[in-house]
């Protein structure tokens, strides 16, 4: 039976725009299918299609605003048996023209100005807007559309639409600003309601003042929104409520929000019921409706930003003058929550940060967290809980100025937010070392998971380009990343120049310098994302929307380039060898680039473009060989300079061997100096070398600089810099996590065949290497889960792989004795079978 059942790879998603959506299933048991019957009810019957394929593009008319559908799918398998049908999935389109919107923009008076410019200053507490409207009759369906800038908080008779919170996404809110929509049916009442927004200023309104840190100022928009509900009544009446002139605009608790700064609140000025009907708002005024249009409104097309954990402070510490610190046990991005009860007017200050000094106060500088950075509160009378609502911190540590000693640890807890993307990957060995190191690189990632892919959740809160492709597998083995990506991906097409530049960062909330503006190893990503997402999901859309995109860029790389050479960028980024010439990065950069985009237009059957691109990767290659071979080395000799050339394929072949082993002895050593941009490289090529020796030795190794040497010393985050706790970096970067795709790649040993995408062909060859005894990997593809797990003692090693419905695998075992395989598999070279989905065990013995 099929199961799973995703529409824009989400589940029954609200407010999609694809008026020819893709749906996509997965099978059960050891299933096999042949062919397929989607039926999307009332609007599209496929029939019975011949096709193991489990995506489907709707093949109906093309679907309108607010169409709510439901569909079903079954298939056949090899024996022409049909399964029953599925039980069904929805999907409903969201406002799709610029005309289906009837509501205005809002806001409170006192943040435009006369001639409805926003004032770029501070100074005044944050906006709720409301307004109220009778509900008449039974409702049997309520959609709220909604979005505001920077950052609202919607509510309806007084209780939240949603649990998503920062919202809306990052995104060139001057070209698109991303609404979500609610079903809201259960909210409402017969007769009167009320709906409230709550606004911040988000990265949106970045305020200049002097008391706390900014990375920039700048303002894009001050706070504003827009909303309209849309409802329809048991007799077929269909009401809309929608902002506009006849809402009241009042002030807020919440005194001043800053996005990198801090926020402010006062407790006693809290209004109870501001939000539900017939409260007294005498003091407010009448909004201001803004003349903005309604054409950048596009709906959310991924997981929003969720809390996804709670810990409760593990510790509250006293530093050496008698502060208060919580320690909340690990490294996150999100709120720090006080939970109090005591008389009002105490003020509190809460300054967070991911290290304390040498008199346990929390560190905060420039190049860790930024600073000064902190949140206060202003308590009211009686038990009361507060964390921020308009921006989020990065912090481990929480300094609570102002708190009365007898406030136990239960005072504070951390709420850990990130983009809501599934959990999908699993990895466990038998060694503590190696759990730690993959432990702190997933919490990285969830640290800067979030509307995009920062490098750090304090100082920066960017979009840094680079980590979105150069660790696309570290994200996507462990989180189901697919809708995610594609917004993503559109973020930084917005983000391209007409001269075809992809800036370092996106969205480009300020315009950087020279090299962290324009480096090919950042702005690379737009070529590299749409062909990894093919790769790895079996989605050729992205390719196809953004292939003219992908060829600007490389046309652009192609203009600045001199003779096939690249020479501006940053190099290989928080590399320690200086040896690595900058030029050599890049053009490894532009090489990649193109290459890769050779590759997009075979696929997508653009022959002539194929065939062009090859010829420019091949004449890249040439030219990268005439600059910097010398005396039968790369560049200036080091690392990097022999990883690329060798990621390339343009080390002379009699001299592979000797370059490969000079780096798998330096790697096995823990001697490593290569940066981020080599990092990830260097692994594919040991990888592809079977040298896993090499790697296993620098992933137990605990010197600087490695990744154990941060486990020691006590990091509870992948750190910005190697060395790690012991210097006052990042504690939040995932940036050099490149380790943890070799870990499920090369110990797990779950890959995919040449050519294959989606993982429907399967290539599991795991590693053994040095005295590890166990290993366990899993993670999802699109046709469902894979797993791996195999374990050794005394002589003997064991293999389990689960292979699921809709893929085969080749599996591989390692040269550890005489190999055992199951009767099913059909053997397809030395120590090597081909298996159909199922379970399988496999085993050796010396």
């Given at each position: 039976m099929p199961t799973n059942l995703r529409t824009c790879d989400l589940t029954d998603p609200l407010g999609i725009e694809a008026t020819r959506p893709v749906l996509s299933w997965r099978l059960t048991g050891a299933a096999t299918q042949t062919a397929y019957h989607v039926r999307v009810d009332g609007l599209w019957d496929s029939g019975e299609v011949e096709s193991a394929g489990q995506r489907v593009v709707y093949g109906g008319a093309p679907l309108a605003s607010r169409t709510a559908a439901r569909w079903q799918v079954r298939t056949r398998d090899e024996a022409g048996r049909w399964s029953g049908w599925s039980e069904p999935a929805r999907f409903e389109l969201g406002l799709l023209e610029p005309g289906d919107w009837t509501a205005s923009w809002i806001t409170h008076p006192g943040w435009y100005d006369e001639g409805g410019d926003p004032r770029v200053g501070e100074g005044r507490p944050l906006p709720l807007l409301a307004g109220e409207f009778t509900a008449s009759g039974r409702v049997t369906r309520a959609r709220l559309y909604v979005a505001g800038l920077g950052v609202y908080v919607a509510s309806l008779n007084g209780s939240p639409v949603t649990d998503a919170v920062l919202e809306p996404a990052y995104t060139d809110f001057t070209r698109r600003v991303a609404y979500a929509v609610h079903d809201v049916t259960a909210l409402l009442r017969d007769g009167r309601n009320a709906l409230g927004l709550a606004l911040g200023p988000g990265i949106a309104h970045v305020f200049p003042h002097q008391d706390r840190y900014m990375k920039f100022y700048g303002s894009k928009a001050a706070p504003k929104a827009i909303a309209q509900l849309e409802v329809r009544y048991a007799d077929g009446r269909e009401e809309r409520f929608r902002t506009d002139a006849g809402w009241l605009a009042g002030e807020g608790p919440t005194t001043r929000s800053h996005w990198y700064g801090g926020e402010d609140y006062d407790a006693r000025l809290e209004l109870p019921g501001w939000d539900v009907p017939g409260a007294d708002r005498s003091g407010w005024r009448p909004v201001v409706a803004l003349p903005d249009a309604t054409g950048t409104l596009r709906a959310r097309a991924c997981p929003p930003i969720r809390v996804t954990e709670e810990l409760p402070a593990v510790e509250k510490l006293t530093a050496a003058d008698g502060t208060p610190v919580f320690d909340v046990g690990t490294v996150i991005a999100g709120w720090a929550e006080l939970r109090l009860d005591l008389p009002a007017g105490r003020y509190l200050r809460l300054v967070p940060g991911d290290q304390l000094d040498a008199f346990g106060r929390v560190i905060q500088s420039k190049p860790t967290t930024g600073a000064p950075i902190f949140n206060t509160y202003v308590t009211k009378?009686?038990?009361?809980?507060?964390?921020?609502?308009?921006?989020?911190?990065?912090?481990?540590?929480?300094?609570?100025?102002?708190?009365?000693?007898?406030?136990?640890?239960?005072?504070?807890?951390?709420?850990?937010?990130?983009?809501?993307?599934?959990?999908?990957?699993?990895?466990?060995?038998?060694?503590?070392?190696?759990?730690?190191?993959?432990?702190?690189?997933?919490?990285?990632?969830?640290?800067?998971?979030?509307?995009?892919?920062?490098?750090?959740?304090?100082?920066?809160?960017?979009?840094?380009?680079?980590?979105?492709?150069?660790?696309?597998?570290?994200?996507?083995?462990?989180?189901?990343?697919?809708?995610?990506?594609?917004?993503?991906?559109?973020?930084?097409?917005?983000?391209?120049?007409?001269?075809?530049?992809?800036?370092?960062?996106?969205?480009?909330?300020?315009?950087?310098?020279?090299?962290?503006?324009?480096?090919?190893?950042?702005?690379?990503?737009?070529?590299?994302?749409?062909?990894?997402?093919?790769?790895?999901?079996?989605?050729?859309?992205?390719?196809?929307?953004?292939?003219?995109?992908?060829?600007?860029?490389?046309?652009?790389?192609?203009?600045?380039?001199?003779?096939?050479?690249?020479?501006?960028?940053?190099?290989?980024?928080?590399?320690?060898?200086?040896?690595?010439?900058?030029?050599?990065?890049?053009?490894?950069?532009?090489?990649?680039?193109?290459?890769?985009?050779?590759?997009?237009?075979?696929?997508?059957?653009?022959?002539?473009?194929?065939?062009?691109?090859?010829?420019?990767?091949?004449?890249?290659?040439?030219?990268?060989?005439?600059?910097?071979?010398?005396?039968?080395?790369?560049?200036?000799?080091?690392?990097?300079?022999?990883?690329?050339?060798?990621?390339?394929?343009?080390?002379?072949?009699?001299?592979?061997?000797?370059?490969?082993?000079?780096?798998?002895?330096?790697?096995?050593?823990?001697?490593?100096?290569?940066?981020?941009?080599?990092?990830?490289?260097?692994?594919?090529?040991?990888?592809?070398?079977?040298?896993?020796?090499?790697?296993?030795?620098?992933?137990?190794?605990?010197?600087?600089?490695?990744?154990?040497?941060?486990?020691?010393?006590?990091?509870?985050?992948?750190?910005?810099?190697?060395?790690?706790?012991?210097?006052?970096?990042?504690?939040?970067?995932?940036?050099?996590?490149?380790?943890?795709?070799?870990?499920?790649?090369?110990?797990?040993?779950?890959?995919?065949?040449?050519?294959?995408?989606?993982?429907?062909?399967l290539l599991i060859a795991p590693a053994a290497p040095g005295d590890l005894a166990s290993v366990t990997a899993r993670t999802a593809t699109p046709y469902g889960e894979v797993g791996v797990a195999w374990r050794r003692a005394d002589g003997a090693y064991e293999l389990e792989v689960e292979v699921p419905p809709g893929s085969t695998a080749e599996v591989r075992l390692p040269d550890l004795g005489a190999a055992r395989a199951p009767d099913a598999a059909q053997a397809v070279g030395e120590r090597a079978w081909e298996v159909p989905a199922g379970r399988w065990t496999f085993g050796a013995r010396r």
């Open positions: 009378e009686g038990p009361q809980r507060w964390r921020p609502s308009f921006r989020y911190d990065g912090f481990r540590y929480v300094e609570v100025q102002g708190l009365p000693e007898q406030a136990g640890r239960e005072a504070l807890a951390g709420l850990a937010l990130r983009a809501d993307n599934d959990v999908i990957g699993r990895f466990e060995t038998s060694d503590p070392l190696l759990d730690g190191i993959h432990r702190i690189i997933d919490r990285a990632v969830r640290g800067n998971m979030y509307s995009v892919l920062t490098d750090c959740p304090h100082r920066e809160k960017l979009g840094w380009l680079e980590q979105t492709h150069l660790l696309f597998d570290v994200v996507a083995y462990n989180y189901d990343v697919a809708a995610y990506l594609r917004e993503l991906l559109v973020t930084i097409a917005e983000a391209q120049t007409p001269e075809g530049l992809v800036p370092d960062i996106a969205p480009e909330y300020l315009v950087f310098d020279g090299a962290f503006r324009d480096d090919p190893n950042w702005g690379g990503a737009m070529v590299r994302i749409p062909w990894q997402m093919y790769r790895w999901y079996g989605d050729a859309s992205a390719l196809e929307r953004h292939y003219d995109a992908m060829a600007r860029y490389v046309g652009y790389l192609t203009g600045k380039a001199d003779d096939g050479i690249l020479r501006h960028g940053l190099g290989d980024w928080f590399g320690l060898d200086d040896t690595t010439q900058v030029p050599l990065v890049s053009t490894w950069g532009y090489w990649r680039a193109a290459g890769t985009l050779a590759r997009a237009a075979e696929a997508l059957g653009r022959g002539d473009d194929a065939k062009r691109y090859k010829a420019l990767t091949d004449a890249i290659s040439a030219a990268f060989t005439g600059a910097f071979l010398k005396d039968g080395r790369f560049g200036g000799g080091g690392q990097a300079s022999q990883v690329f050339a060798l990621d390339m394929g343009v080390v002379p072949a009699e001299l592979v061997p000797d370059a490969l082993d000079e780096l798998s002895a330096a790697v096995r050593a823990g001697e490593i100096t290569v940066g981020e941009v080599a990092l990830p490289a260097l692994y594919q090529v040991l990888t592809r070398a079977g040298r896993h020796d090499a790697l296993y030795g620098f992933a137990t190794s605990t010197t600087h600089p490695s990744y154990g040497y941060q486990v020691r010393n006590g990091a509870t985050a992948l750190t910005e810099a190697w060395d790690g706790p012991t210097r006052g970096l990042s504690q939040n970067h995932y940036m050099l996590g490149a380790i943890d795709a070799w870990f499920y790649r090369g110990l797990g040993g779950i890959g995919q065949a040449p050519g294959s995408t989606g993982f429907q062909n």
